[in-house]
Nanobody, 120 residues
Framework: QVQLVESGGGLVQPGGSLRLSCAASGSISMIYAMGWYRQVPGKQRELVASRTSGGSTNYADSVKGRFTISRGSAKNTVYLQMNSLKPEDTAVYYC??????????????WGQGTQVTVSS
């Protein structure tokens, strides 16, 4: 019933910027936190950035100062502004949300993933 839909990935040159978007929809009671993870082949999925409903944020050390997570005016939306991109940022990026649905138990939900490729 609850779905997360991502957009904004693509190919960009080193030093460039991309903005990822994620929107949650469905029968939602409350969203406690939203965030972004990324994964490359052969490695574990890692946290990139997260933001709670209260506004606190958390960033991976590798992206601090370059990436910014924000919530939209519609509280079911989250963005990841990625600046000064590096080739090592290349990965599949996944949106995540910790949600209490209208019916069911609180759980993590995941987007479908969007490819970000940083290459010259």
């Amino acid at each position: 019933q609850v779905q997360l839909v991502e957009s904004g990935g693509g190919l960009v040159q080193p030093g460039g910027s991309l903005r990822l978007s994620c929107a949650a929809s469905g029968s939602i009671s409350m969203i406690y936190a939203m965030g972004w993870y990324r994964q490359v082949p052969g490695k574990q999925r890692e946290l990139v950035a997260s933001r709670t409903s209260g506004g606190s944020t958390n960033y991976a050390d590798s992206v601090k100062g370059r990436f910014t997570i924000s919530r939209g005016s519609a509280k079911n939306t989250v963005y990841l502004q990625m600046n000064s991109l590096k080739p090592e940022d290349t990965a599949v990026y996944y949106c995540n949300a910790n949600i209490s649905p209208l019916y069911g138990r609180r759980a993590d939900y995941w987007g479908q993933g969007t490819q970000v490729t940083v290459s010259s």
